[in-house]
């Protein structure tokens, strides 16, 4: 997968979901309540144990399940490599990683890396970033993505952390390209019990408000 479709992607779709979970039962199943729901770009966690063997599972069962499936919370080069090798299709990390940037393009897929201030969105696209992952949100709020826009106009923000139900349209109407959406959609004991139906419903209820 390239940058166009990662953006086309999210740019249709609107979310992204955040799986961080003690335990994923399924992940091709979880993949695929998900991609039921309207929610097809699926990022797994590093904070999730044994991860690695979920990133595979979802990627080999990906004509099946219909979702892209990449891994989130990387911080170093070989965590990069090693999301990579089991089948990520982008990577996410939580704040600017060089490093884990340069990996991404070597293998030739998207990534998005963390920032916060405008000196770090500018160093997020300078090392070729997608889009460009707002975290926190939730500390400045909508408003500071409109913010961005003026220095940046045209930036594709993605803002992760405290969004879900009550304020994603906001930071759509605010110019996001898409909101990241994690606990309100895939709780983690809803996940690692693998309640599929519960995650179905969750995902067409908050991608039904986007629309």
């Not at 897929?109 to 500018?122: M, R, W, Y």
């Not at 220095?151 to 304020?167: F, H, I, M, R, T």
């Not at 605010?174 to 959609?185: K, M, R, Y």
Request: proline fraction near 6%; aromatic fraction near 6%; charged fraction near 15%.
């Amino acid at each position: 997968m390239n940058n166009h479709e990662f953006i086309s992607i999210l740019e249709s779709e609107r979310t992204l979901a955040v799986v961080r979970a003690p335990e994923i039962a399924d992940a091709a199943e979880l993949c695929r309540s998900l991609a039921d729901g309207g929610i097809s770009a699926v990022e797994l966690t590093y904070t999730t144990p044994n991860l690695l063997q979920h990133v595979a599972r979802a990627a080999e069962t990906a004509a099946d399940h219909g979702a892209v499936v990449g891994v989130g919370t990387v911080m170093t080069a070989e965590q990069a490599r090693a999301a990579v090798d089991s089948g990520a299709q982008f990577l996410v990390t939580p704040g600017i990683r060089p490093e884990v940037a340069k990996v991404a393009a070597g293998a030739g897929i998207p990534f998005a890396l963390g920032a916060l201030t405008p000196s770090e969105v500018a160093m997020a696209l300078d090392l070729g970033s997608a889009v460009v992952k707002i975290f926190p949100a939730r500390a400045f709020g909508p408003g500071y993505l409109k913010d961005l826009q003026g220095p940046y106009p045209g930036v594709k923000l993605l803002p992760s952390g405290g969004v879900d139900a009550s304020n994603a349209v906001d930071f759509l109407a605010a110019g996001a390209l898409a909101v990241c959406c994690g606990t309100a959609v895939v709780p983690p004991a809803v996940v690692a019990a693998g309640d599929w139906a519960d995650i179905t419903a969750r995902a067409a209820a908050f991608t039904a408000l986007l629309r």
